[in-house]
């Protein structure tokens, strides 16, 4: 069973959340504010965590950037309005997607669901004889079976979203992929999803393997440099 933690200052969002989160067998931990919510998160880290950006004492998108300094939980904004600022800032700080109220129970829960599947382990893989291939793209180094990536030689630190962004370019060097093709590889989308998400972490990713590495083709989306 799934350890959740859900931050959200309205009592009645909060415990109709709670509902039904439980209803899909997940196990769940709330709090009231940001400051009990990042004691509770220190106390047992979660598998994933649900936060409201407007939140007392420490609101979401400072409790978002918490979380992300001390671990890899995949995070959940919950918005009470669909403002970009909102939306970038929290995405910016560490945030791995987000929905806006009213939501649908059914579609957090799926959001929930995509967020772990990719943050889950990858299965035990098949006895390899040889060393695992490594791509080299300039002075970027990726190892797509151990995920291992490195820097002029330096090991770097990226989350499940980001790795997950990469091994979609370095599986297609110098090809265009979408926004909405990238929406649904890397974040589970069925359905048409806001690409802002895709450009914030794309963003992200920038800062970390070289901002010429990946390509902004205009009107149609991004291609790793091969």
């Given at each position: 069973?799934?350890?959740?933690l859900?931050v959200e200052?309205?009592?009645m969002?909060?415990?109709?959340?709670?509902l039904?989160?439980e209803?899909?067998?997940?196990?769940?931990?709330?709090?009231?504010d940001?400051v009990?919510?990042?004691?509770?998160?220190?106390e047992?880290?979660?598998?994933?965590?649900?936060?409201?950006?407007?939140?007392p004492?420490?609101?979401g998108?400072?409790l978002a950037?918490?979380?992300r300094?001390?671990?890899g939980?995949?995070v959940l904004?919950?918005?009470a309005?669909?403002?970009?600022?909102?939306?970038?800032m929290?995405l910016?700080a560490?945030a791995?997607?987000?929905?806006?109220?009213?939501f649908d129970?059914?579609v957090l829960?799926?959001?929930?669901?995509?967020?772990?599947r990719?943050?889950?382990?990858a299965g035990p893989?098949p006895?390899?004889p040889?060393?695992?291939p490594?791509?080299?793209?300039g002075?970027v180094?990726?190892c797509?079976?151990?995920?291992?990536v490195?820097?002029d030689?330096?090991s770097?630190?990226?989350?499940t979203t980001e790795?997950?962004l990469?091994?979609?370019?370095?599986?297609s060097?110098?090809?265009?992929?979408?926004?909405?093709?990238?929406?649904?590889?890397?974040?589970d989308?069925?359905?048409?999803?806001?690409?802002?998400?895709?450009?914030?972490h794309?963003?992200?990713?920038r800062a970390?393997i070289?901002?010429?590495?990946?390509?902004?083709v205009r009107g149609?989306?991004?291609?790793?440099?091969?």
């Open positions: 069973m799934h350890d959740i859900l200052d309205d009592e969002i909060r415990e109709a959340t709670r039904t989160l209803e899909h067998e997940y196990h769940v931990r709330t709090a009231a940001g009990t919510g990042l004691a509770l998160f220190r047992r880290r979660p598998d994933a965590a649900v936060l409201d950006i407007m939140l004492g420490l609101n998108v400072s950037g918490r979380i300094e001390e671990s939980v995949p904004l919950i918005s309005r669909n403002d970009p600022v909102d939306v970038v929290g910016e560490g791995d997607d987000y929905v806006t109220k009213p129970g059914s829960v799926a959001r929930i669901r995509s967020l772990l990719r943050a889950a382990p893989s006895e390899q040889e060393a695992p490594v791509q080299r793209f002075d180094d990726f797509p079976v151990t995920l291992d490195r820097r030689g330096r770097l630190a990226l989350t790795l997950k990469l091994r979609e370019f370095t599986s060097p110098g090809t265009v992929l979408t926004r909405d093709l990238l929406l649904e590889r890397v974040w989308y069925a359905w048409s999803g806001d690409t802002r998400v895709v450009d914030v794309v963003q992200r990713l970390k070289g901002r010429d590495r990946i390509e902004t149609f989306g991004y291609k790793l440099r091969a």
